[in-house]
């Protein structure tokens, strides 16, 4: 199986199409200074988390709302998604190898979740390799741009699950979408270069780490509310039932040839088949 597309069906043009239709306006500002700041407010945030959990259910239980996306589907669902985005981003710069770390996504192989991944990751390609070639400042040398050591270098891999939850609540902090999502995913590939390039391929790992509590902390419940992963392909791919112009001219020129076949049997029946089956019954 490839790695880089799970042997997805080729549907690679209508993606392309629709990117050509939906723009990214959002460039992700990494200010170290800003980022910095850490939130010490974490272990708040996460009873708050446990708290709405606890409303949601019993939402659900009374009737209120419909039963949603597991929690823990949806953030398995993005810690892979993140992982192939990052081995992709590493191929793409000739540094990915077996002992980066990858083992653990194995874990989702065979699962349904996994035929989530495949079914959305295509577009997560698509849109990721466009917010990369608009901003390319922005995804390239990340370590220097949140890290305040001069060569951006990391010291400490506890560091990088910190810096990247400052760099989500920075992210998501007025409101989400999905181009912030995928944005937040091309932020941690070009983490993986850098800390490759620095010798420090054991912290890429700890990239999808501190993505998954990114993802358990800010993204949830936005995700749930708006159609779970799949929702992305909706976003990329809207539901439509207008035929593209190229659509229309294939559905005419097939009725026209078909059409002609029609006429050119009738013709042959009523010319040669009609006048031999009339000579035999008169002979």
Not at 36 to 61: A, C, F, G, P, W
Request: hydrophobic share 40%.
């Amino acid at each position: 199986m490839n790695n880089d597309n799970f042997g997805f069906p080729s549907h690679g043009e209508r993606l392309l199409q629709a990117q050509n239709r939906r723009k990214f306006s959002f460039p992700a500002t990494l200010s170290s200074t800003s980022l910095l700041e850490v939130n010490q407010n974490i272990t708040r945030r996460r009873l708050s988390n446990v708290s709405d959990v606890v409303t949601r259910k019993l939402s659900y239980t009374i009737g209120w709302k419909a039963t949603q996306i597991p929690t823990q589907d949806i953030i398995s669902q993005g810690r892979c998604i993140c992982g192939q985005y990052i081995r992709r981003r590493l191929r793409r710069s000739g540094l990915f190898n077996k002992k980066l770390g990858f083992q653990r996504i194995r874990s989702v192989l065979g699962t349904p979740s996994m035929e989530i991944v495949r079914e959305v990751f295509p577009a997560v390609m698509v849109l990721g390799d466009e917010l990369e070639r608009m901003h390319p400042r922005i995804y390239t040398g990340v370590a220097r741009q949140i890290c305040r050591a001069p060569s951006g270098e990391f010291h400490s891999a506890e560091t990088i699950t910190l810096l990247l939850g400052a760099v989500g609540r920075d992210l998501f902090r007025s409101e989400i979408t999905w181009s912030k999502v995928i944005s937040l995913f091309a932020i941690a590939g070009g983490l993986s270069v850098d800390f490759v390039r620095q010798g420090h391929p054991e912290y890429v790992p700890k990239l999808v780490d501190g993505v998954s509590e990114v993802i358990e902390d800010e993204l949830v419940s936005w995700i749930n509310e708006n159609g779970g992963w799949l929702g992305l392909n909706t976003h990329v791919l809207p539901v439509t039932s207008n035929f593209s112009p190229l659509e229309w001219t294939t559905i005419i020129i097939g009725c026209i040839f078909g059409l002609f076949v029609l006429y050119m049997l009738l013709r042959f029946i009523f010319f040669y088949i009609v006048p031999k089956i009339y000579h035999r019954l008169t002979s």
